[in-house]
């Protein structure tokens, strides 16, 4: 089974940037769909950007035209540029994975996902 290892999470000011990382332990391009979820204190998990395994991306309407989520797969490594960070975008960021095509349920079907990732935190200061 993958495992995913998330890093790249950290403390940063409204208006800047991070970018997150997960990396999988096995080959992930066109065989899993791969998305990026977090989860805010008293809130629930909510689907942020993900990639299909036909590769076509979705992105939360919240994170349109800031946010990108893009693949390494020599390196096996899923990533999520975040740009213009508010601070409601402050969460536990969860990578995850499933050998499922889920089409238009990519950030919505949360149980279709089997692996997951531990999480980094992103904390944005207005």
């Known amino acids: 089974q993958v495992q995913l290892v998330e890093s790249g999470g950290g403390s940063v000011q409204a208006g800047g940037s991070l970018r997150l990382s997960c990396a999988a332990s096995?080959?992930?391009?066109?065989?899993?769909?791969m998305a990026w979820f977090r989860q805010a204190p008293g809130k629930e998990r909510e689907g942020v950007a993900g990639?299909?395994?036909?590769?076509?991306?979705r992105y939360a309407d919240s994170v349109k035209g800031r946010f990108t989520i893009s693949q390494d797969n020599a390196k096996n490594i899923l990533y999520l540029q975040m740009n213009s960070l508010k601070p409601e975008d402050t969460a536990m960021y969860y990578c995850?994975?499933?050998?499922?095509?889920?089409?238009?349920?990519?950030?919505?079907?949360?149980?279709?996902?089997?692996?997951w990732g531990q999480g980094t935190q992103v904390t944005v200061s207005s």
């Open positions: 990639i299909d395994s036909d590769l076509s991306t």
């Open positions: 096995e080959y992930t391009y066109r065989t899993y769909s």
């Open positions: 995850a994975a499933t050998r499922a095509t889920l089409g238009w349920w990519l950030l919505v079907r949360r149980d279709e996902y089997n692996y």
